[in-house]
């Protein structure tokens, strides 16, 4: 089944500012929102190992809002491409993918990841590692959606 063209760009819009909106609520990391419910006390973990309360730096919510935006170009690149008489070449989506397909697949590998920066990642290392792996996908899906948009004739 075909998404019509102005269906596909509201679904690319309310994904965006979903995204938009769960990098400010996980900003602080998942930690920050675990209250023991017996005594009102934050939890505080006590090992370095699994997800850290090191907040998100400025520099890190630029990445990754700039990968949450290239990850919609690529959509919008891909569709319209698509919608051009190009075939999809990423194996993952099918030679004809629907918008929702990919934002499906764009919202798992998005989510897997953060949970593999914020659990992998020493606490030292977590605030760099985070402008690594989303600016690295920021620039990496920017560059594919202005290949698929060169694809069209």
Do not use: H
Request: proline residues 3%; aromatic residues 14%; charged residues 15%.
């Amino acid at each position: 089944m075909k998404i019509k063209r102005s269906t596909w760009r509201l679904v690319v819009v309310l994904w965006f500012v979903t995204m938009f909106v769960l990098v400010f609520a996980l900003k602080d990391g998942l930690t920050n929102s675990l209250v023991d419910e017996f005594d009102g006390n934050a939890y505080t973990p006590t090992t370095t190992y699994g997800f850290k309360e090191v907040p998100f730096s400025t520099s890190n919510k630029g990445w990754f809002l700039a990968y949450i935006a290239a990850n919609a170009l690529d959509i919008w690149s891909t569709q319209y491409a698509l919608d051009n008489g190009c075939t999809e070449g990423n194996p993952l989506y099918g030679s004809d993918p629907s918008a929702g397909e990919m934002i499906l697949i764009k919202t798992i590998v998005a989510t897997i990841m953060y949970v593999s920066v914020e659990y992998l990642s020493s606490s030292e290392t977590l605030v760099r590692n985070r402008d690594l792996v989303y600016g690295t996908g920021a620039i990496m899906l920017t560059g594919i959606s202005l290949y698929n948009v060169s694809q069209v004739e």
